[in-house]
């Protein structure tokens, strides 16, 4: 399993930006996908989730609005459409799946496949 994220960066208060994670060699045919977050010192945060068999979503309650998790199942891409962008939204964002195709299993899982991580920061 190889996660791959890009479209990180800097940008102000207010600005938009879509990141995304390329994933390969997933073994099943249904899982979860999404993202995570984590600041410094802290711990990660689930973001955002998508069930490959349903496509049902989650967020985070400190994104739900601002934040839209997508997909392109072809290209076996995940989205996650970032607006309304505030400086407490910088953190390294995390692409990561699970086999079990459910958002809460996912948020909770210790068991989750991780990409490297992209650098998001938000200036105020």
């Known amino acids: 399993v190889r996660l791959v994220e890009s479209g990180g960066g800097l940008v102000q208060t207010g600005e938009s930006l879509r990141i995304s994670c390329v994933a390969s060699g997933l073994p099943w045919s249904d899982y979860a996908i999404g993202w995570f977050r984590q600041v410094p010192g802290m711990g990660r945060e689930g973001v955002a989730c998508?069930?490959?068999?349903?496509?049902?979503?989650e967020y985070a309650a400190s994104v739900e609005g601002r934040f839209t998790i997508a997909s392109d199942w072809a290209k076996d891409t995940v989205y996650l459409e970032m607006s309304s962008l505030r400086p407490d939204d910088t953190a390294v964002y995390y692409c990561a799946v699970n086999q079990a195709p459910f958002c809460q299993h996912f948020f909770r899982s210790d068991l989750n496949y991780w990409g490297q991580g992209t650098q998001v920061t938000v200036s105020s």
């Open positions: 998508i069930t490959s068999n349903y496509g049902r979503t």
